[in-house]
């Protein structure tokens, strides 16, 4: 038995305690995909999406929760020009404007590290690194500047 999801192309999903799981969908490479994120009760399998790809939000890229009514995301715009986007996966309220000023790049990856801070692989020829934004204030705290185009993050935890 599957569950019928809302959108169409998922290519990611997370999982919250108190959420349930979040499938982003990255639509709008055929005329009939829809994207955004559905969020599915895991004990109800009852489906809802929370963000709709539009031209205000973007095309939805990788997510992050960092907790019941924050959360980041990737919006795609066109090639190599890639916007950091927060949103409450609560009430489904998408934030105006680009978190740390981080707009119009070739972001690649979006985690949350072990000390709570969120990491971005920026994958901008010019300087390529990983960004570390400050959930607290969404300001960027740090850069570790890399020789390759970081495309993933992974942390390892004891």
Not at 54 to 73: E, F, P, Q, W
Request: negative net charge; aromatic residues 8%.
């Amino acid at each position: 038995k599957g569950i019928p999801l809302l959108g169409k192309n998922p290519m990611g999903l997370t999982y919250h305690d108190q959420l349930g799981l979040l499938v982003q969908h990255q639509g709008s490479y055929a005329p009939d995909y829809t994207g955004g994120i559905d969020v599915v009760d895991v004990a109800s399998y009852a489906v809802e999406q929370r963000v709709d790809d539009t031209a205000s939000t973007g095309l939805i890229g990788s997510l992050v929760i960092a907790s019941v009514d924050r959360g980041y995301y990737l919006s795609y715009g066109g090639w190599q020009n890639i916007t950091l986007r927060a949103f409450n996966p609560t009430t489904c309220v998408v934030e105006d404007g680009a978190i740390a000023g981080l707009s119009g790049q070739d972001l690649r990856a979006i985690g949350i590290g072990p000390q709570g801070n969120l990491w971005i692989g920026d994958a901008t020829s010019s300087k390529p690194g990983l960004r570390i934004i400050n959930l607290a204030d969404d300001s960027q705290t740090g850069f570790v500047a890399t020789s390759l185009l970081p495309i993933s993050l992974a942390f390892a935890t004891r």
